[in-house]
């Protein structure tokens, strides 16, 4: 009996940790799609096999197509100094009442009903201006730096690797962008 006991609760401890570990990271609260919308810089990422081929100068311009989609272009520059863009859409995630939980897709657009063509871009922090961002996923995978300017202060981007570090996010699998530290 004791040891049924023993598992029961060592269980119940195993569920809850992995629960607190896999639940949604809050996002910025009061996001402002309209506000968000320009061009923007990368800071710093955790690498992704979408942005392998990039070696210098990547950014993102976001313009809003309705009160629910944005119009998306990536570009950077790859090894040979090839500008290469990638067109893509954004839209209000429908599952969530949050304008800071977003999903992006870049394949063809005949391929949006599919839910896996499309992936969370939620905005995790961002200063009262809309010049540095936190931008992330829910599972932790995907995580950015995102500045109006091609740099940012030293102690602004310590401080938003701790708030990554607080959701959960491993900061140490950041690398740093095009952009710079200052």
């Given at each position: 009996?004791?040891?049924?006991?023993a598992i029961f609760a060592?269980?119940?401890?195993?569920?809850?940790?992995?629960?607190?570990?896999?639940?949604?990271?809050?996002?910025?609260?009061?996001?402002?799609l309209s506000r968000y919308m320009g061009t923007w810089y990368q800071i710093a990422f955790i690498p992704n096999r979408f942005q392998a081929f990039c070696v210098s100068e990547p950014s993102a311009q976001y313009s809003l197509v309705n009160s629910k989609r944005i119009k998306i272009v990536n570009s950077c520059r790859d090894r040979d100094?090839?500008?290469?863009?990638a067109h893509g859409q954004g839209r209000l995630n429908k599952k969530y009442d949050d304008p800071a939980r977003l999903e992006?897709?870049?394949?063809?657009?005949?391929?949006?009903?599919?839910?896996?063509v499309w992936g969370d871009y939620w905005v995790l922090e961002i200063d009262s201006d809309y010049s540095i961002v936190l931008v992330g996923s829910p599972d932790r995978k995907y995580l950015w730096v995102l500045a109006r300017n091609e740099s940012i202060p030293k102690d602004i981007y310590r401080d938003l690797l701790l708030v990554a570090q607080e959701k959960g996010f491993n900061p140490s699998l950041m690398v740093a962008g095009d952009g710079s530290v200052d």
């Amino acid at each position: 009996m004791a040891l049924r006991v023993a598992i029961f609760a060592l269980s119940l401890l195993c569920l809850c940790e992995t629960s607190i570990a896999l639940s949604d990271p809050e996002t910025e609260s009061d996001f402002s799609l309209s506000r968000y919308m320009g061009t923007w810089y990368q800071i710093a990422f955790i690498p992704n096999r979408f942005q392998a081929f990039c070696v210098s100068e990547p950014s993102a311009q976001y313009s809003l197509v309705n009160s629910k989609r944005i119009k998306i272009v990536n570009s950077c520059r790859d090894r040979d100094g090839v500008l290469r863009r990638a067109h893509g859409q954004g839209r209000l995630n429908k599952k969530y009442d949050d304008p800071a939980r977003l999903e992006v897709r870049f394949a063809p657009a005949w391929l949006s009903f599919l839910s896996a063509v499309w992936g969370d871009y939620w905005v995790l922090e961002i200063d009262s201006d809309y010049s540095i961002v936190l931008v992330g996923s829910p599972d932790r995978k995907y995580l950015w730096v995102l500045a109006r300017n091609e740099s940012i202060p030293k102690d602004i981007y310590r401080d938003l690797l701790l708030v990554a570090q607080e959701k959960g996010f491993n900061p140490s699998l950041m690398v740093a962008g095009d952009g710079s530290v200052d």
